[in-house]
């Protein structure tokens, strides 16, 4: 048999932490990052459920405005991630956890 040299999970010598600690600690490090995106995703998707219904009955849109609408915005998130990320993340320092933070 091989012998594990691996030093996972080894605390001392051959102390083992438990699966509990490791997860803990795992879940104490991306908890933030994983409640953001959660919330950030459940506002998001309330919004982009109701908008249709927003620009068909309080603005008087028709399908294929909606549809004109629908496709600008892709065209537009497009556009600023291809031509936008970079100077924005030059601005911060490129340092990509400080663009992902402040946007």
Do not use: Y
């Not at 995106?37 to 109701?50: C, D, L, P, Q």
């Not at 004109?68 to 537009?76: E, R």
């Amino acid at each position: 048999p091989v012998k594990n040299t691996s030093k996972a999970g080894k605390v001392d010598g051959n102390q083992q932490e438990s699966w509990f600690r490791q997860a803990a600690l795992v879940l104490s490090l991306a908890g933030p990052l994983l409640m953001t995106k959660v919330v950030t995703g459940i506002a998001n998707n309330m919004a982009r459920s109701v908008q249709s219904v927003i620009l068909k009955n309080d603005f008087g849109f028709d399908e294929a405005m909606m549809g004109s609408m629908m496709s600008g915005q892709f065209a537009f998130g497009g556009i600023a991630n291809a031509f936008l990320l970079a100077p924005l993340a030059t601005l911060l320092g490129e340092k990509m956890e400080a663009v992902v933070w402040n946007c």
